[in-house]
């Protein structure tokens, strides 16, 4: 199984790390990180990458959870929608994903976290992604950092764990084994596929990659990364 905060139109390796787990639990009741990837990420334009944030209201924000954090105002919808139709039109596979975002920003959005959710949802279907989900808000974890995957872990029967590579930086492996628990760091090799624009640019949201390669876009995610029944092994 794998966690991991409710990211804003997440980037590759996010898909990567949900598909080699059987389960995967948002972190929506943890504090809230200003300047993170809950509420803004990177497309691409002809002059480069640039970011698409989501404004939320940040007051007393390090006493919030994500599931609490309400968005600002309804200003930005228009723009993140004028930007991915003006800088995605001209992808092979536009008129297929186009639709999703016009509904999804003509709607007004309350918490940051239900934008995302709605959004993971939809890109779970676009991309077959079969792994259960769940809300960390709807259980009654206490614990912080590594205990707290821990306490995950033991929630829903988990033999193995799934961290991203920044987990080496607070993971208490030892106390993972005593409970019976396998740990995998990932490692994942960005890869290469059909960009506009030129140079191409890594570490981007993963709608670049949908509207470049459609239906490829799994097969280009796990290439050169290691699959589901490799980690098994």
Same mark, same amino acid.
């Given at each position: 199984?794998?966690?991991? +905060?409710?990211?804003?139109?997440?980037?590759?390796? =996010?898909?990567?790390?949900?598909?080699?787990?059987?389960?995967?639990?948002?972190?929506? %009741? *943890? +504090? =809230?990180?200003?300047?993170?990837?809950?509420?803004?990420?990177?497309?691409?334009?002809?002059?480069?990458?640039?970011?698409?944030? *989501?404004?939320?209201?940040?007051?007393?924000?390090? @006493?919030?959870?994500?599931? %609490?954090?309400?968005?600002?105002?309804?200003?930005?919808?228009?723009?993140?929608? @004028?930007?991915?139709?003006?800088?995605?039109?001209?992808?092979?596979?536009?008129?297929?994903?186009?639709?999703? =975002?016009? &509904?999804?920003?003509?709607?007004?959005?309350?918490?940051?976290?239900?934008?995302?959710?709605? #959004?993971?949802?939809?890109?779970? %279907?676009?991309?077959?992604?079969?792994?259960?989900?769940?809300?960390?808000?709807?259980?009654?974890?206490?614990?912080?950092?590594? &205990?707290? *995957?821990?306490?995950?872990?033991?929630?829903?029967?988990?033999?193995?764990? *799934?961290?991203?590579?920044?987990?080496? @930086?607070?993971? @208490?492996?030892?106390?993972?084994?005593?409970?019976? $628990?396998?740990?995998?760091?990932?490692?994942?090799?960005?890869?290469?596929?059909? +960009?506009?624009?030129?140079?191409? #640019?890594?570490?981007?949201? $993963?709608?670049?990659?949908?509207?470049?390669?459609?239906?490829?876009?799994?097969?280009?995610? =796990?290439?050169?990364?290691?699959?589901? &029944?490799?980690?098994?092994?």
């Amino acid at each position: 199984m794998t966690a991991h +905060q409710p990211a804003y139109l997440p980037w590759l390796g =996010f898909f990567h790390k949900i598909v080699l787990s059987d389960t995967f639990v948002l972190l929506d %009741d *943890v +504090q =809230f990180e200003k300047n993170s990837f809950i509420n803004r990420n990177r497309i691409k334009g002809s002059n480069g990458a640039f970011w698409l944030t *989501v404004p939320v209201k940040l007051k007393n924000h390090l @006493q919030k959870k994500i599931k %609490d954090i309400r968005i600002s105002n309804d200003s930005w919808r228009e723009k993140h929608l @004028q930007s991915i139709e003006q800088n995605y039109k001209k992808a092979l596979y536009y008129k297929d994903y186009i639709p999703f =975002f016009r &509904d999804c920003y003509s709607r007004s959005w309350d918490r940051i976290a239900q934008l995302n959710e709605y #959004i993971l949802l939809w890109l779970f %279907d676009q991309l077959k992604i079969k792994t259960r989900i769940f809300r960390m808000s709807e259980y009654d974890f206490t614990s912080k950092k590594s &205990d707290l *995957v821990i306490e995950i872990c033991r929630q829903f029967d988990a033999n193995t764990y *799934v961290f991203g590579s920044l987990g080496k @930086q607070y993971a @208490q492996v030892d106390e993972f084994h005593k409970q019976g $628990v396998k740990v995998i760091f990932q490692e994942y090799q960005y890869p290469f596929y059909t +960009q506009l624009y030129n140079t191409f #640019i890594p570490n981007l949201s $993963v709608i670049d990659l949908l509207f470049n390669e459609g239906p490829n876009s799994m097969e280009i995610i =796990f290439s050169g990364n290691i699959k589901k &029944d490799e980690l098994e092994k």
